[in-house]
C-alpha cells in the first residue's frame, strides 16, 4: 500500500543536504549560506523524498548562479507551516517562463540547458514529490536578480483532531 511519511523534523535533513552540497557551491564559486534554525515544527514527511526535493532544488540554483554569486537556504515556521526557501542571485527566470517552470521537459533557455547538460525533470519531479509530501512549492523571479523557490509544509494535525 501507499508509505506515510514519518513526524521529522526538518531541520537536522536540511543541514545535511546543504553540508553535502556545499562542495559543489564552493566548485562553481558561489556562497552557500543556511539560515535555520537548530529545530523546526515536526511535519509529516518522507525523509528521502525531502532530500531529493532540496538537492534538486539546491542543484538548480547552484547550476544558474554566476561564480561570485551566492545561494542562501532559509527555513522557519509561518502561521504553523514549515516554509523552507531557497533563494540565489542568478540570472532569474523570464516571466513568460515562470509558470511553466515545474511543467515536464520544459526548458527556459534551451541552449544554456543543452550546455549544462539538464533533462528539465528537476522541477517537475521537485514539485510532484513536494505535493506527495502534502507540501506545495512556488517560484518568484526577477530576470538579472535572482529566484526564490518557496516550500511549504503543514504542521502536524493533533492526534485527537477529527480527520
Known sequence: ??????ATDLAPLIYEVVDDMSPLAHQAGLNLYIVTPPHLP??????????????????NAIKYTPAGGQVMVEAGSVEDA???????TGLGIPTEALPH????FYR????????????GLGLALARSLTETNG????????????TTFTLR?????PASAPA
Open 153 to 157: 509544509f503543514p504542521p502536524m494535525r
Open 101 to 104: 517552470v515545474f511543467d515536464r
Open 1 to 6: 500500500g501507499a508509505s506515510h511519511g514519518t
Open 82 to 88: 514549515v516554509e523552507i526557501r531557497v533563494t540565489d
Open 108 to 119: 527556459v533557455d534551451k541552449a544554456r540547458e543543452r550546455s549544462q547538460g539538464g533533462s
Open 42 to 59: 515536526h511535519t509529516v514527511i518522507h525523509a528521502e523524498q525531502m532530500r531529493m526535493i532540496l538537492r534538486n532544488l539546491l542543484d
Open 135 to 146: 507540501g506545495t512549492i512556488s517560484v518568484t523571479s526577477q530576470p538579472g536578480v535572482g
